[in-house]
């Protein structure tokens, strides 16, 4: 058996791209911590509250501190039925930080998930660029510049320097993508190791994504993963270890937590009628931002009936996870930011339009491959959680990390056509957007933060 961690070693071909998309991390990582060092450095000797400190204070797009305030004060701030692992995976983290707090009086939280960030977002580059040139069969430059574009999208950027869960998502899927996409070209399967590690954390940070783990599997190894020992070893075992997860951080985290929450609750609203009161405003506001539900019921309390879902499609899902709106820049729905906001100009929805033509045009074209089927079925599950069923719909930007990199590979379809023309005139359109939307989505991100 060949060493599985090889596939991280950086190659000859690659050093380059990984400086480069180091020190672009870098850099945006840093104008976050510049953003927040005041505030979210704050220790106070691990003598404080850790929802206080960062809740409601990040201000990123309306991506979630729980990172943050699972490094300072460890409990499950993320939901664990939806994110079943993922409190359990920054435990380490907790610990370094704690250990940083007790001795330095200093909370490193920011430091910790940034380099972590970096990291993933680095090996997420790498991955995208092996699958441009190695299964899609595209030169060093064409993938470079399809890496590129994949990280110029508004929501890939911002989530390479957010401490939420997205660019974790976002890695292990496009590493699934490459792996899986290797196999399907080789004419080979995947071993089931492989598919079992990668449908534990996949659905152990996601539940979704470890879905699309299993889709994935369908896809290259066909009807092998009906096989009992398939099925018991690549997803019978790591769902009854991602269970048993969960069921220890339920009993243990969860339950002890809520109490411990709805105590406090309680007795402030007992003492302080204006927290009383604004404590109900404000779940007000955020049920009239979730929307109607068809149900109180687990999961299905997520379901959105009332936004609109032409705008859902335009100015969230198409428009803000491509490129940032001009108003309210990377401003958050519960913090002020109106549900619908509008381009200042008709320009941006021609360039949002350019880059869906190019992507459904690829998915036409590259319709009989397996991998761009694989990944149509992923699509498949993200527009109908958010845009049909409209689980986040008012914030479907900053789940682009999900599915956005569907568009480069599809866009990749295109770049192999018979027809040189035509596919002189796609690289000059692609390069022509990346450097537009790289320069437009930095250039209002960077201002935003300084």
Not at 71 to 98: E, G, K, Q, V, W
Not at 170 to 185: A, D, H, P, R
């Amino acid at each position: 058996m060949k060493n599985p961690l090889k596939i991280f070693v950086i190659r000859k071909d690659e050093r380059w791209l990984t400086v480069g998309f180091t020190l672009f991390f870098i850099i945006m990582n840093a104008l976050l911590i510049h953003k927040h060092f005041a505030r979210f450095t704050m220790a106070n000797h691990g003598h404080i509250g850790a929802w206080s400190l960062f809740n409601n204070w990040l201000y990123l797009s309306g991506y979630d501190p729980y990172a943050y305030m699972t490094l300072t004060s460890y409990t499950d701030y993320y939901a664990i039925d939806r994110h079943p692992l993922l409190t359990a995976f920054f435990y380490p983290l907790y610990l370094l930080n704690h250990w940083i707090i007790m001795t330095w009086n200093f909370n490193a939280s920011m430091f910790i998930m940034a380099v972590l960030v970096v990291i993933v977002s680095v090996y997420s580059a790498v991955f995208m660029y092996r699958t441009f040139k190695e299964v899609m069969g595209l030169k060093h430059s064409d993938s470079i510049w399809l890496t590129v574009l994949l990280f110029s999208f508004s929501s890939v950027m911002t989530s390479a320097m957010s401490p939420d869960h997205f660019i974790f998502s976002m890695f292990l899927l496009v590493m699934t993508v490459y792996i899986f996409g290797t196999s399907i070209k080789q004419g080979k399967v995947v071993e089931w190791y492989k598919v079992a590690v990668l449908y534990f954390f996949t659905v152990g940070i996601t539940l979704t994504n470890g879905v699309k783990t299993l889709l994935g599997a369908l896809f290259v190894d066909g009807k092998r993963t009906f096989r009992l020992k398939y099925i018991a070893l690549a997803f019978v075992l790591p769902t009854l270890l991602c269970l048993g997860g969960y069921a220890l951080q339920y009993e243990y985290i969860h339950i002890p937590h809520a109490n411990r929450t709805q105590a406090i609750m309680d007795k402030r609203k007992a003492k302080e009628p204006a927290f009383a009161y604004q404590d109900s405003i404000n779940l007000l506001k955020s049920e009239q931002i979730r929307g109607r539900q068809i149900s109180e019921l687990p999961f299905m309390s997520l379901i959105n009936l009332d936004s609109s879902r032409k705008w859902g499609v335009v100015e969230w899902f198409f428009g803000e996870s491509i490129q940032l709106h001009q108003d309210y820049v990377l401003g958050d729905i519960y913090l002020g930011r109106p549900l619908v906001v509008h381009y200042r100009s008709w320009f941006n929805y021609f360039v949002n339009a350019v880059v869906i033509l190019l992507f459904f045009c690829g998915v036409f074209v590259g319709r009989h491959k397996r991998i761009i089927q694989m990944l149509l079925s992923w699509f498949a599950i993200d527009f109908t959680i958010h845009i049909i069923l409209g689980f986040g719909i008012n914030e479907a930007n900053i789940n682009g990390p999900h599915w956005l990199f569907f568009i480069p590979v599809a866009i990749a379809c295109l770049y192999r056509l018979d027809n040189k023309k035509v596919v002189a005139v796609v690289k000059n359109v692609v390069m022509v957007l990346t450097v537009y939307l790289a320069v437009y989505n930095c250039w209002l991100t960077v201002n935003y933060m300084l």
